[in-house]
């Protein structure tokens, strides 16, 4: 059998397969509410038989939260209702679902021509290293968020979601505490090590564990962020280790480790051209499970999408070889999710011919 498809269990909670739903912002959420073409969306997926849906990212309850207002709440009384639907829908077909919770922190507006209302806040004001941007949180405004993410959670497990996602990845605001170019902090929220500046992101993890209790914490992370795609938080596997064990420490259950190809190796000149991708290497160096995901069954990665390149569908590569040997345990799947909602049958079932490719166009929709 491949294993993509034997269950997995963290928690007492049991997925069927290892396939995720990778987290895709759609911005259709009207006032932040997640209305019935979202609710039908998700249930497509679930119908579809994905292991584990990772919702689009949803924001927490802190003004400037989010950088787009297509963007979901994942707060107040009729965005939680919306988001209650969702689970019930997910849940009646069968399917299990995280919130990815989320504060987009100091990054700029997606659309130039929706800018934000109000002032962004992120550690130091910055966007960028010389690129001031925004505000600098208080002491005040970092505990109330800390709060605000927290509360999120144990929202989310009130309502009955199966687990839940924090957005630590791609340069939005816990990132943004993670990187010495976004943290200058002089107070317990800086520092010079990256160690040092996991304190953020630890104290929502400890907090959260605290208020939800035995529900699984999934911290999703990456090397690159878009404010500089080049960059690496941890170049080596020593600092990589520094940057993980506190997460894991603090709480986190899972961590889903974000690369735009899944087969591309951390550290080659340690291991080699075929060596342990970022999920490997996390999985390794921390000890716990890990997700990997990028540019599965496609041709071109998410980037290209963004400057409307279309892909085709392709052959899963050495995915499944990669899993076999335990590199990783869980693989999420974006756009090839968009594409085909029942992709995790296609694959099941060897219909790989049946597989559409991702186009942009199919972003205008909620297919
Ligand atoms: C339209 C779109 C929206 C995305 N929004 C999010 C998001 O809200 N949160 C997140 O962590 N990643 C987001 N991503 C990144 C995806 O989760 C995923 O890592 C990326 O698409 C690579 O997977 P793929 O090659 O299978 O598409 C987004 C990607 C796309 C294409």
Redesign the pocket.
């Known amino acids: 059998m491949s294993p993509l498809f034997e269950p997995f269990t963290s928690r007492g909670l049991t997925l069927p397969n290892r396939v995720a739903m990778?987290?895709?912002?759609?911005n259709f959420a009207v006032d932040g509410i997640p209305g019935p073409g979202i609710v039908d969306y998700y249930r497509r997926r679930a119908e579809g038989e994905v292991g584990l849906i990772l919702s689009?990212?949803t924001v927490i309850d802190r003004p400037e939260a989010r950088n787009d207002p297509g963007i979901p709440f994942f707060h107040g009384e009729e965005a939680l209702a919306g988001w209650a639907d969702v689970l019930a829908a997910v849940h009646d077909a069968g399917g299990r679902i995280a919130p990815?919770i989320?504060h987009t922190g100091l990054t700029r507006p997606q659309f130039p021509d929706r800018p934000r209302p109000g002032e962004p806040e992120g550690p130091s004001g910055l966007f960028r290293p010389g690129e001031p941007y925004g505000k600098a949180m208080s002491e005040e405004d970092v505990a109330d968020t800390v709060d605000a993410f927290v509360r999120a959670a144990a929202d989310a497990v009130r309502l009955g979601f199966d687990c839940v996602e924090f957005?630590g990845?791609?340069g939005y605001l816990i990132d943004q505490f993670f990187w010495d170019g976004t943290n200058q902090r002089s107070d317990k929220w800086g520092g010079d090590t990256l160690a040092e500046r996991t304190r953020f992101a630890a104290e929502i993890l400890r907090q959260t564990r605290a208020a939800i209790g035995d529900v699984p914490i999934i911290l999703?992370i990456s090397q690159w962020n878009q404010q500089d795609y080049k960059r690496r938080l941890a170049p080596t596997p020593d600092a990589l280790e520094a940057w993980v064990a506190p997460l894991v420490e603090a709480g986190a259950d899972i961590l889903h480790c974000?690369q735009?190809r899944f087969w591309e190796p951390e550290f080659p000149e340690i291991d080699g051209e075929k060596g342990l991708n970022l999920a490997g290497w996390v999985k390794k160096l921390a000890g716990v499970p890990t997700i990997s995901?990028?540019?599965?069954a496609?041709d071109g990665?998410?980037f290209g999408?963004f400057s409307g390149q279309d892909t085709r569908a392709t052959d899963l590569g050495d995915l499944e070889a990669r899993m076999e040997r335990g590199e990783f345990d869980l693989i999420?799947?974006?756009?090839?999710?968009?594409a085909n909602p029942d992709w995790v049958q296609k694959v099941r079932d060897g219909r790989m011919d049946e597989l559409d490719g991702?186009r942009t166009e199919q972003?205008a929709e909620l297919i």
């Open positions: 990778a987290p895709m912002t759609r689009e990212g990815q989320w957005h990845a791609h999703r974000s735009r995901v990028g540019s599965v496609l990665d998410f999408t999420a799947v974006g756009r090839a999710l968009i991702y972003l």
